[in-house]
């Protein structure tokens, strides 16, 4: 595993000498959408029910994999996946068949955008079983994925008080640390509170 990393991150696996550290050749952290969100990024989208966040992250996501303005922003073109935990898969697929794409363009979205629906696809991550995010983040590594987005926060957690942070927080030090080491953009779709507050995660 460690021979497949960048060069850059090998230099920085032991500490190093400022001057050594100002010589190390680093890539900047490239934008996915100009100037809002960036390669090995952790984003945070949370809102209320029925504010349009599925629908959103669903557009950015096929933005993304054309490389298409996404709310006239430029994007990269990159490969990603929505983990979809929250929607039923009629729902999702309804609003992608209403895309007005070319079959072209069809053709990249099978090879550079994926869907894995929670309960039905085999690979989708659950928290309550460590191992399984640990073979969860080798897939995305091997699959080569630039991006992912799970929808939602809620479903990758089995915790019995969601004003409890702590498990959100072991997470991302066990695993999602490890993808934006990477470069792996991962964004999270969470829910206000019926009351407007944010939970814990």
């Known amino acids: 595993e ?7 991150i090998k230099r920085l696996v032991n500490p190093v000498g400022f001057r050594s550290f100002s010589q190390i ?13 960036y390669t090995g990024q952790l984003v945070w989208w949370s809102g209320g029910s029925g504010v349009q966040k ?4 669903t557009c950015l996501a096929k933005c993304l994999a054309l490389g298409q303005e996404f709310m006239g922003l430029d994007t990269k073109k990159c ?7 929250e929607m039923h898969p009629s729902i999702t697929q309804e609003r992608i068949k209403r895309w007005k794409i070319t079959d072209e363009q069809w053709t990249t ?27 969860h983040c080798n897939v995305i590594e091997n699959q080569g994925f630039d991006f992912v987005i799970y929808d939602n926060m809620f479903t990758m957690c ?8 702590k498990p959100i927080i072991d997470l991302k030090n066990n695993y ?11 964004i999270i779709i969470d829910h206000h509170s019926y009351s407007g507050r944010t939970y814990g995660t």
């Open 2 to 8: 460690f021979i497949k990393k960048p060069e850059w």
């Open 25 to 37: 050749e680093i890539p900047p952290q490239e934008p996915l959408v100009d100037g809002l969100i």
């Open 54 to 57: 599925s629908l959103t992250s």
């Open 79 to 85: 490969k990603g996946a929505i983990f979809d935990g």
């Open 109 to 135: 979205l099978d090879n550079d955008l994926y869907y894995f629906k929670k309960g039905m696809t085999d690979g989708f991550p659950k928290f309550e079983e460590g191992e399984s995010w640990e073979e």
């Open 158 to 165: 089995d915790v019995d008080d969601m004003k409890e942070a």
């Open 176 to 186: 999602w640390d490890r993808l934006l080491n990477m470069g792996v953009t991962i």
